[in-house]
């Protein structure tokens, strides 16, 4: 009897791994069969690839650089996703996350580069340059004992050579109006901030303004020191502008925003494929839940920046002016490689309290066409109408019932529209050939004596006006071969005065006093400030359908662009 049972025992290990086997035969047939065999299709897809690298490597007529053609297709790979999911190299990645992350190690200037010379338009204050003596209109003629002077010097170059690791040393040698010979001095790199908020002043009495410039590691931090600063100053209302806000962490814009709402107001949910439904709400603890609130967009506005202004409008809390927002409803997702290279990869979309998703139509594998959506908003009048706005998405409702639109972007409750009245040919010339960045900058450079006792804004435009730029610069345009035409310059006399007048107190005050000057007279600014007085901070129904009211502004020059195109294409780099 024992026998027989040892015998049988004998043969259990056996049948056990047979029927593993079979289990995993017929578990992985049924699969493949009915889960469409995904996982094969991918194996396959990269082994097809693998081998495709492996076969140009080894049989290519000539010698290939099988990295480069990596690095070179993995954009190209991602572009067939969707807009926003990009690669960013290892070389790129550093630079691409500063601005959010709130500060890099560099020596603490801002500059310029003219005629194959950098020119030092500003020194950070408590940075490393300030403390060894460097001067706003310094030359740099030399880095770490090298002549850097000529056509290697551009932008890229110059950040690479003069940022590096917090306390490594950098010389540099440069050249100051008055001396004869090269000035040495031994910097010490260190932290240098970068600040997300452009901007913090009083408008007047009661009306704060803050201006965002994106949303990053330490904006929330310095949201709540601007507000204490207006709450010194007695503020009764507050202008948030994010025109230009390209976005950034969507963390920072959900902390900001639960500064001002109720306990328990949905600010945003994500939701995607492999991303369960992620809800975000206010905790009740924001210090300015009742304050009356007006954000400023514009078709630049987008992401975070999107959120903050979708939460606001959704739950009633306040109200948007100026025009409709980019429309990018993507959430990406930091993926690093061992390289230091990265992938954002979208990985879910995100909604606003009402339901809906604001990202704009896309063609997969169409990148160009998206990225000329702006200028097809444009050419069919967007910018100038609000009945030009064309946004095919459904209808939500926010919690008052007034109607808004998914799929393209935040329509402002109040529309102002952009007017180029007095753009003419001969001053868009001038903006893109770099004409009126150029001799603001000279004259600066050769004025920084008589231009620095002013102290403010205000004084030194009031000097300026005396000085009879307008026709200096229109000699000096004609100079570069920029043929003078009378009538325009006559037309454009006023979007002159301001870039050029701007462009000067951008280059000797702080970016502070630059943004005020350049918001007076701002329609969608006037705007905020006549619907703050008229206490219509408060959105409510306005018709049957709960839409608000569009206001299409008086017929006057916006003279906000054409200033910010100078700044933007010609202004300083930090290093």
């Not at 408590?126 to 056509?151: F, M, N, R, W």
């Not at 007076?520 to 400030?529: E, F, M, Y």
Request: a positive charge; proline letters at 3%; hydrophobic letters at 35%.
């Amino acid at each position: 009897m024992s026998n027989n049972i040892n015998r049988n025992n004998r043969w259990v290990p056996l049948i056990i791994a047979v029927s593993i086997v079979v289990g995993i035969i017929i578990g992985t047939f049924f699969a493949n069969r009915f889960s469409g065999n995904r996982l094969n299709i991918i194996n396959t897809s990269s082994n097809k690839l693998n081998d495709l690298l492996h076969i140009i490597d080894d049989q290519y007529v000539d010698t290939v650089d099988i990295a480069s053609i990596v690095e070179q297709s993995m954009p190209k790979i991602l572009e067939e996703l969707d807009p926003h999911s990009t690669y960013i190299s290892s070389k790129d990645a550093k630079a691409a996350n500063e601005d959010l992350k709130g500060s890099f190690s560099g020596v603490g200037i801002q500059f310029v580069i003219r005629n194959d010379t950098v020119r030092i338009t500003n020194i950070i204050k408590g940075g490393p340059s300030e403390k060894v003596g460097i001067l706003a209109g310094d030359k740099i003629v030399s880095v770490d004992d090298k002549p850097y002077v000529g056509k290697e010097v551009t932008n890229e170059e110059t950040l690479r050579r003069l940022k590096g690791e917090k306390g490594t040393k950098v010389k540099v040698s440069v050249m100051r109006h008055g001396q004869k010979k090269p000035i040495p001095f031994t910097i010490v790199r260190g932290d240098i901030p970068l600040k997300s908020i452009d901007a913090t002043y009083m408008i007047n009495k009661e009306l704060g303004y803050v201006k965002i410039k994106n949303f990053g590691e330490t904006t929330y931090a310095e949201l709540l020191t601007s507000l204490a600063e207006l709450e010194v100053e007695g503020f009764k209302g507050l202008v948030v502008d994010l025109r230009g806000n390209g976005g950034g962490y969507l963390s920072a814009a959900i902390q900001m925003v639960n500064e001002f709402l109720p306990k328990n107001r949905l600010i945003v949910y994500t939701q995607g494929r492999r991303s369960r439904r992620e809800e975000y709400r206010s905790d009740g603890r924001g210090s300015y839940q009742e304050i009356p609130i007006i954000v400023l967009t514009d078709e630049t506005t987008a992401s975070a920046a999107e959120i903050f202004s979708g939460a606001i409008q959704d739950n009633d809390r306040g109200i948007i002016v100026g025009r409709r927002s980019f429309g990018k409803g993507l959430v990406q997702q930091p993926i690093e490689f061992s390289d230091g290279s990265l992938i954002n990869l979208t990985i879910a979309r995100y909604y606003t309290p009402s339901g809906r998703c604001i990202q704009k139509p896309y063609v997969k594998g169409q990148p160009k066409e998206y990225e000329m959506d702006l200028i097809t908003r444009y050419e069919r009048g967007e910018f100038f109408s609000q009945d030009s706005v064309h946004q095919s998405g459904e209808e939500y409702k926010t919690s008052i019932g007034r109607v808004v639109y998914g799929g393209g972007g935040i329509m402002p409750d109040y529309f102002v529209a952009e007017d180029t009245t007095a753009l003419t040919p001969y001053y868009t010339e001038c903006v893109t050939q770099g004409a009126i960045a150029q001799f603001c900058f000279e004259y600066t450079d050769n004025n920084r004596q008589k231009l620095s006792k002013y102290e403010n804004a205000a004084e030194l435009e009031k000097y300026l006006r005396k000085q009879g730029l307008l026709s200096q610069f229109v000699r000096y345009a004609d100079d570069k071969g920029i043929k003078r035409r009378n009538n325009m310059i006559i037309k454009s006399q006023r979007l002159f005065e301001q870039a050029i007048y701007g462009s000067i107190i951008y280059n000797m005050l702080e970016l502070n006093d630059y943004i005020q000057y350049l918001n007076h007279n701002n329609p969608t600014l006037d705007k905020a400030i006549q619907l703050f007085k008229n206490k219509q901070t408060k959105p409510t129904l306005n018709d049957k359908k709960g839409t608000s009211k569009v206001d299409s502004g008086k017929k006057r020059t916006t003279y906000h662009s054409s200033a910010t195109i100078i700044q933007s294409r010609y202004s300083p780099k930090t290093a």
